[in-house]
């Protein structure tokens, strides 16, 4: 009877069987989880370490004995035998980690005599049941014991997956791993596997997440996630090409958490009680990496983008590449050997050393496989952009705006008339522009006469500057007196963030939706910044609207238009930390006055009563100034 998953999470020891077809990362994944559990799991090992035969059908040529010398019921004998007495060997971990288990047994042998025998698999699965039948009671008690997960390929392609990591594939290897994935098949549509997930072309980290996600509620002890979330910027480059500047910045601008490979390296090691990990395989190595990376994110969950430098070996760089897949970006910093001389605190000869045991390991070939090979020769403030548009990336995924017609936004006549002039001039057979919209009341349907300006946002390259003061000169009259707000950015400004906290809501507003344009190029992706960046950054447009506000109360006649509007301001910012959001002025207003209990007929007389603006302006400071440690004064 096979034994049924629990969902609780008491800490009673469990036996894990990986199973599945060759080259479906059975035995890495066995290794990564083993390592993380550390002394809470224990691999069971190779099929082989449990029958005193192996070593000598090994000497032999296991191929051929399996294949060809070997009796069908001696191949049977040494694997059933194999797989019963590793079942019967005591725990030494709460948690034991078997590389496949009991119904790959079956599986096996019934791909064996298929091949062997020239069976159909119908035939094959009847013989491989009568070969085992002397086992049946055992295996019976060691399956009920096993917790089965199966790890496949991709359905369409399993075989060809299989056999692709192979260095020389037999006519009868292949026949065996075909069969083996129809008796495999046939297993779990009869139910032999709990557990079942396809590999595909995920990354290792992402399969081993997950396997957790799955395994987690068998035991405790066995950890719910791997990584989930977190993206790594691995740094590299020669000796002071600035991977020290760069990792340092993405801290200290972006939130990264800042480690250091050899710590992560060390780290690892010692809890695997490895004297020298330098000495180990490069694979290994990016193991013992990713394994420190996953405790590091795991005690410190609120993370979710980290640096390392630097990444001193190519070959385990590529490693770390094919485990992480797109949760890695690795950057490399490419500057010219003169200048780094020149940078070098200890000499010019200090650095080329350095160079030299770096290049033995292969760093300087890590830009062959860089996401991003970031020229440092220039200004800091190039390499700070860069690194900007490098973190942005993962933090504001690129949306591709939708669009709306001008008559959608219920302007008056003449403005209507005006934009799509507009739009006719800047978008013809060589568009000049490669977005425009409408924002502020206009883009809501609240526009209004002799109040509201005509606010617009663009996104056009810099020369294009000459021609849009052509046709904007040219139109002025057809706005009829209306103020017009045109705001222009480049396509890079945008995606390195180099905008106003304004414009952010902007790009936000757009990237959900919220705001949609009247034109955009074919193919047009912009940044969509998250909601907690657009919250956070509008803070620097709320401190500089609580100091504009006091201006123009200490002006003896003030504008009460951009009164008006600047105490609005500060009060949809106030509300937007509160998850209130209210993007027009009167309806942010009446929600923040009706919070502080005061009488909203002062927001409707504010516009035209220097009073009632003076008494609304001041009930949002206070608000604003509320929020601060220790009194007003």
Request: glycine share 8%; aromatic share 4%.
């Amino acid at each position: 009877m096979i034994s049924q998953l629990k969902s609780d999470t008491q800490p009673h020891p469990v036996s894990v069987a990986f199973s599945g077809p060759d080259n479906t990362g059975k035995t890495k994944q066995i290794g990564i989880l083993a390592r993380r559990m550390s002394v809470g799991a224990t691999s069971a090992g190779p099929l082989d370490h449990y029958d005193r035969r192996w070593a000598a059908i090994k000497a032999d040529g296991m191929s051929r004995w399996w294949f060809e010398t070997g009796p069908v019921q001696e191949v049977c004998d040494v694997l059933a035998t194999s797989y019963l007495e590793r079942s019967r060997r005591p725990f030494s971990a709460p948690v034991r980690l078997l590389d496949r288990g009991i119904p790959m047994l079956e599986a096996s042998v019934a791909a064996t005599v298929a091949v062997r025998e020239n069976l159909a698999a119908s035939q094959a699965a009847d013989r491989a049941r009568c070969l085992l039948a002397p086992y049946e009671a055992d295996l019976r008690t060691a399956e009920a014991g096993e917790c089965a997960l199966l790890l496949l390929h991709c359905e369409d392609e399993g075989t060809r997956r299989s056999l692709s990591h192979e260095a020389g594939v037999t006519d009868i290897y292949a026949a065996y791993q075909r069969v083996l994935h129809e008796q495999i098949n046939r297993l779990t549509a009869e139910g032999r596997f709990a557990m079942t997930m396809h590999i595909g072309d995920r990354p290792t980290v992402t399969v081993q997440d997950e396997v957790r996600r799955l395994l987690a509620p068998l035991h405790p002890a066995i950890p719910g996630r791997a990584m989930a979330g977190v993206h790594v910027t691995a740094l590299g480059g020669m000796s002071e090409s600035g991977k020290s500047t760069a990792g340092e910045y993405l801290r200290t601008h972006h939130g990264y958490a800042r480690l250091k490979i050899g710590y992560l390296i060390q780290d690892a090691a010692t809890r695997a009680g490895i004297a020298d990990p330098y000495r180990l395989d490069p694979v290994v190595q990016a193991e013992l990496i990713v394994d420190a990376l996953d405790r590091y994110c795991e005690a410190h969950h609120f993370l979710d983008s980290v640096s390392v430098e630097s990444l001193h070996d190519f070959d385990s760089t590529a490693e770390l590449a094919r485990m992480l897949g797109s949760q890695l970006t690795i950057a490399y910093l490419d500057v010219f050997a003169a200048v780094r001389a020149q940078r070098g605190t200890a000499g010019a000869r200090d650095v080329a050393d350095r160079d030299v045991v770096k290049s033995a390991r292969g760093a300087d070939k890590i830009a062959s496989i860089a996401q991003e090979v970031i020229g440092n020769d220039g200004p800091r403030l190039e390499l700070e952009r860069r690194l900007d548009r490098m973190a942005l990336a993962h933090k504001w995924p690129e949306h591709r705006p939708s669009t709306m017609p001008v008559n959608a936004l219920g302007l008056p006549v003449h403005l209507e008339s005006y934009l799509s002039e507009l739009l006719d001039r800047l978008t013809g057979p060589s568009p000049l522009i490669d977005l425009l919209a409408v924002t502020g009341s206009g883009a809501r349907g609240k526009y209004q006469h002799d109040w509201s300006d005509l606010d617009v946002f663009v996104v056009a390259g810099v020369d294009s500057l000459g021609g849009m003061r052509r046709v904007l000169a040219d139109l002025e009259a057809e706005l009829g007196g209306v103020k017009l707000g045109l705001t222009v950015l480049t396509r890079a400004e945008c995606r390195a963030g180099a905008v106003t906290s304004r414009l952010v809501h902007v790009l936000a507003l757009i990237g959900s939706g919220g705001l949609v344009p009247l034109w955009c190029a074919a193919g047009l992706a912009l940044p969509a910044p998250d909601t907690d960046t657009d919250i956070d950054v509008s803070l620097r447009d709320g401190i500089q609207a609580a100091i504009e506000i006091r201006r123009q109360l200490l002006k003896g006649s003030p504008d009460l238009r951009d009164l008006y509007k600047v105490t609005a301001l500060l009060a949809k910012i106030q509300l937007r930390f509160r998850g209130i959001e209210r993007p027009a002025d009167n309806d942010a207003l009446r929600v923040l006055v009706e919070a502080g209990h005061q009488d909203t007929g002062m927001v409707a007389a504010a516009r035209t009563e220097r009073a009632a603006a003076d008494e609304l302006a001041m009930v949002v400071l206070r608000s604003w100034l509320a929020t601060l440690p220790g009194d007003m004064t």
